[in-house]
């Protein structure tokens, strides 16, 4: 008899949702990265943002994580993952970002849904640029996380998409 | 350990270059270090000449990790070669699947260099 993994999605208080993406996104930075994510402040809200990676979740959720940041940060984190010198990493930033998304995004489900197959990723989209806006259609709900990366600032951002 | 030929399959070239560096803090050394972006950009590199570990993400472009593994057991490059999936999909069902279809060991991102020691190392000293 094969045995079913698949079970009713719980569902999650927006609490929960915040703490997940909050606990989430620090590991993510914490283990990959080996930098400690300080809460960020208002201030810090809108960051010049030169990159903003994401990725989607379909199932038991459906929305989208990003992570945005400014080109300072972008580079920086690229120069950690990798662990070369700033001039040396400028080329990877994109994909460095794109990873960082990807794990965040990753670290989420599996915090949400344990272990439940109730959501699948899309592959990360990168974009670059200081004067873009995007809107995702039919969000029903969200959440922004600020963070200072060391003294940069950081935003993760979750939005939820309605049935 | 004898110094091992590695494959290291990511559509990300940072994931690529992460783990290469955490396979060297784990003490492999390495003798050939092969990259693929893809699952069927790593069969063409098999094709070519064996390793003698596979690393694999699943989440990728064209071809995924699950199809890859799937795919392996026709190659006659790969046969024993141990495969440890690396990836962000955590949950149960894939790790069930991917185990089931011949691969080792699997590492959830993000990960420490610790746990690429722990699933790695036995597998080379097998």
């Known amino acids: 008899m094969t045995e079913t993994i698949q079970s009713e999605p719980k569902v999650r208080s927006h609490e929960e949702m915040y703490s997940f993406l909050e606990i989430g996104t620090k590991e993510v930075f914490s283990l990959m990265l080996g930098r400690e994510l300080e809460a960020g402040q208002e201030s810090h809200s809108q960051p010049g943002t030169a990159f903003a990676a994401m990725v989607g979740l379909a199932g038991d959720i459906c929305g989208v994580v990003s992570v945005r940041c400014g080109q300072r940060a972008a580079e920086r984190i690229a120069a950690l993952m990798l662990d070369l010198p700033p001039e040396k990493a400028v080329e990877h930033v994109s994909d460095a970002l794109g990873e960082v998304a990807n794990m965040v995004a990753g670290n989420f489900k599996n915090k949400l849904n344990g272990k439940n197959d109730g959501c699948m990723l899309s592959l990360p989209t990168v974009i670059t640029g200081a004067d873009y806006r995007f809107r995702s259609l039919s969000v029903e709900s969200g959440m922004e996380l600020q963070f200072s990366f060391e003294n940069m600032p950081l935003i993760v951002k979750l939005e939820l998409y309605g049935e | ?126």
Request: charged share 25%; aromatic share 2%.
């Open chain 2, 1 to 126: 350990m004898k110094s091992v030929r590695a494959l290291i399959v990511d559509d990300s070239s940072v994931m690529r270059k992460i783990v290469e560096r955490a396979l060297r803090q784990a003490g492999v050394e390495l003798a050939e270090l092969r990259e693929a972006g893809n699952g069927a950009e790593a069969l063409a590199v098999l094709a070519q000449s064996g390793v003698d570990l596979i690393l694999c993400d699943i989440n990728m472009p064209i071809m995924d990790g699950l199809e890859f593994v799937k795919r392996l057991k026709d190659m006659k490059n790969a046969t024993g070669v141990p495969v440890v999936m690396i990836t962000t999909e955590g949950s149960e069902s894939h790790v069930v699947q991917a185990l089931s279809m011949g691969a080792k060991g699997y590492i959830r991102k993000p990960f420490t260099p610790d746990q690429v020691k722990e699933h790695i190392l036995p597998l080379l000293q097998a």
